[in-house]
């Protein structure tokens, strides 16, 4: 038999009066004044109203019955997560500024936090690549063949084991608004960077670097394309600390001094930190300058026609050479490219929506066990409280652990509620309770989160306490999320129980990913088996989870997720899994599809309000995102598209009489054209409804309006070099 559901009272304060009033002349007939003037009245009503407040108690009892479950089975709620964002900081003062790790940066009033130092320099960066291009036609481009020919001739002619490597030099757009630069293409494999001073007192810069107190760091920011890859081009979840699966980037500064044979001279940079991976994700990477005013530089050149060839940088205009201070180049020695990069900028500092407490007396020990602490600033970020208890030989540092399964009986342990703020001791069995009299504080930790921390590009404006320093990010911020709802916290006490916190099921990832805090993930999908760089449906030990984000302003129609969507969800779900586990978390592979509808409309409709409708049932019924789909989940993956079945979908719209036909075609990418009939989808692909027909009478043939998908264009500059005297 189903478990019996409590039956509760909920009637208020009227109804119970009026209850009351109809009983009056059953039990006291004589009674006939019902007025509210009436004393027997009004004691009626006050009995009204102590019962509606002790009805409003009981039926508060199974709420909290189900948070002190909650409690029971140690389920805390998910705190919120704090937005971050690259933020890039400008100066005029010649000798820059110092701004430490933890300084205050302000989107208007809410506050934000650098997670790293800084010196700001008076400097500006620029980056560039040597893209590759066609060798210019003589014919065709007789100027720009010329001064082909001339840079040549400046190298002594090429040797029988080189050859030309033609390139234009484009330029990453400095306020990260522009179209995205594929360093891909690059001829030589590398980022230029120009480091470039704010007038062409280019020796006086370099003088004021070597002459810091500190050796000098050069901060800089990177943002790369965000635009998501294909599923084949997503590696495998690293896991937490991996090294880069591509190797060191090795980073170089021009010294401005040439070698016997002509060559120009560079020297390695020493890496002071890197958040980037390689230049694989959003980041600071800082690099630690020569101390010596020769070992910075640009090169000479005593011929103007060797400007940009071979190893020396890409050219520039002469307003911008002018302000060169020297340049920084990074490459893989293996030869391994970048890929398409958004922005690059000096004087970066990554910031996080969080604020640094001071140090708080929690309490002191009584040695029971079970023993609960509360901070005073809530929510606390995840790995940031360091707590110390006062013992015999002085402050001792207790370590934070996920739960005291693992504790024996003398492990100064504790376990944290981040979105309570409250820490919590072991039993005496499982971690050591603190003991009677025992101080207990709390050195330092972080606080903050939210969705509100997703400001938008330009956002985050000043510094709180340098006044001479300017702040501005380039791009939004992200990851930031509002604390779990106690409602969503109570649907997945199911789940809690039977997942462990682990992903091993299919519904295990699937789950997981959907609560992967502050990402926004609309859909989870997992695919057991599947490799998505081979596309084998059979690969032992491999899991793919396809993400959907909740919403996309490019592609409304087919979200897809960005690199940073991926990545959060691919840390979530990393941590979780098993070792045996090779994880992907991809995008979804899309199939351009083309429906077209004819129709005939009932007697009293409108033809174009029917039109209407059934073009939108059936984009809502091919849609990838819940609510919509056949099952209100999304569009099944590999679920093929049928012709009836879209039928019945379109006949459901009110004032349809009959189809007079429904065709679907979908796009075949090799032989550039419509298919028509059923679209068969493979194992992770899901439709992209392109175009949609619907008309009263014969249909349309579909993909007929659209006619063969043009391939994306991607926007190739063209310098046009003009010789001037």
């Not at 130092?117 to 036609?137: G, I, N, Y």
């Not at 990453?172 to 007192?201: C, N, S, T, Y």
């Not at 990554?350 to 640094?356: C, H, I, P």
């Amino acid at each position: 038999m189903p478990l019996p559901r409590p039956i509760l009272d909920d009637r208020s304060y009227e109804q119970l009066r009026d209850e009351l009033i109809r009983r009056i002349p059953v039990y006291s007939p004589e009674w006939t004044d019902h007025n509210p003037t009436d004393p027997g009245i009004t004691l009626l009503e006050l009995f009204a109203f102590l019962g509606e407040n002790l009805l409003f108690r009981f039926n508060q009892i199974p709420e909290t019955a189900r948070l002190e479950m909650l409690r029971l089975l140690q389920v805390p709620l998910r705190p919120a997560q704090p937005a971050r964002a690259v933020v890039a900081l400008t100066t005029k003062e010649p000798a820059g500024v110092l701004v430490p790790q933890g300084s205050e940066a302000k989107a208007g009033n809410l506050p934000f936090e650098t997670l790293t130092e800084a010196r700001v320099l008076p400097v500006e960066a620029r980056a560039m690549s040597k893209a590759a291009t066609e060798q210019p036609d003589e014919e065709d481009e007789p100027e720009v063949f010329g001064f082909f020919l001339r840079a040549v001739d400046a190298l002594d002619g090429l040797a029988s084991t080189q050859q030309a490597a033609c390139y234009r030099a484009e330029t990453v757009p400095p306020a990260g608004d522009g179209l995205p630069v594929d360093f891909g293409q690059a001829v030589d494999g590398m980022v230029w960077v120009a480091v470039l001073a704010p007038d062409e007192d280019t020796a006086g810069l370099r003088k004021t670097i070597s002459e810091l107190p500190d050796p000098a760091h050069l901060n800089l920011g990177f943002i790369p394309d965000r635009e998501v890859p294909s599923a084949a081009e997503v590696d495998a979840c690293p896991g937490e600390g991996a090294a880069d699966p591509q190797g060191a980037v090795e980073w170089q500064i021009s010294t401005g001094r040439m070698d016997a044979d002509g060559n120009p001279v560079y020297l390695p940079l020493r890496l002071g930190g890197d958040t980037t991976r390689g230049l694989r994700q959003e980041g600071v990477v800082r690099l630690r300058l020569p101390r010596r005013t020769d070992d910075m530089g640009v090169f000479p050149l005593g011929d103007p026609d060797l400007a940009g060839t071979g190893d020396l940088p890409p050219q520039l205009d002469d307003d911008t050479a002018a302000r060169v201070a020297f340049w920084v180049r990074a490459f893989h020695h293996d030869g391994v490219r970048f890929g398409k990069v958004l922005w690059v900028g000096a004087n970066a500092v990554e910031v996080e929506q969080a604020r640094k407490a001071r140090t708080e007396l929690l309490g002191l020990g009584t040695a029971q066990p079970d023993q609960r602490l509360r901070l005073v600033h809530r929510p606390v970020l995840a790995s940031s409280l360091v707590l110390e208890v006062e013992g015999p030989e002085g402050w001792t540092s207790w370590r934070e652990v996920d739960g005291f399964h693992a504790c024996g009986p003398t492990d100064r342990c504790w376990v944290l509620d981040p979105e309570a703020g409250e820490v919590r001791f072991g039993n005496g069995l499982q971690g050591y309770p603190p003991q009677i009299g025992q101080r207990i504080r709390a050195v330092g930790y972080r606080y903050g989160g939210g969705a509100e921390g997703n400001v938008a590009a330009k956002g985050i404006s000043k510094l709180a306490t340098f006044a001479s320093v300017k702040a501005a990010n380039p791009l939004p911020a992200w990851g930031g999320a509002d604390a779990e709802p106690i409602a969503e916290a109570l649907a997945r006490i199911p789940g809690e129980l039977r997942r462990r916190d682990r992903a091993v099921t299919a519904g295990d990832f699937r789950e997981l990913a959907l609560m992967t805090p502050g990402a926004g993930v609309g859909r989870a999908e997992c695919l057991p088996v599947f490799h998505p760089h081979t596309r084998n449906p059979r690969a032992a030990g491999v899991v793919s989870v396809v993400i959907w984000p909740r919403e996309d302003s490019r592609h409304p129609t087919a979200p897809r997720p960005d690199r940073t969507l991926l990545r959060a969800v691919c840390r979530w779900l990393d941590s979780r899994r098993l070792v045996t586990t090779e994880l992907y978390v991809i995008p979804p592979t899309y199939r351009k599809v083309a429906v077209a509808v004819g129709l005939r409309a009932k007697p009293g409709y409108g033809v174009e309000a029917v039109r209407h409708w059934v073009d939108q049932v059936i984009r809502q019924y091919l849609a990838p995102l819940p609510p919509y789909g056949p099952a209100g989940e999304g569009w099944p993956l590999g679920r093929r598209v049928h012709g009836p079945e879209l039928e019945a979908a379109a006949l459901q719209v009110e004032g349809v009489e009959f189809l007079e036909g429904l065709s679907v075609a979908g796009w075949d990418e090799a032989a550039g054209a419509w298919v028509p009939g059923t679209v068969e989808l493979e194992l992770d692909e899901v439709p992209e409804l392109t175009e949609i027909t619907v008309v009263e009478g014969p249909p349309a043939a579909p993909g007929e309006a659209l006619g063969p998908v043009p391939p994306e264009k991607t926007p190739v500059p063209i310098p046009v070099l003009r010789e001037e005297c």
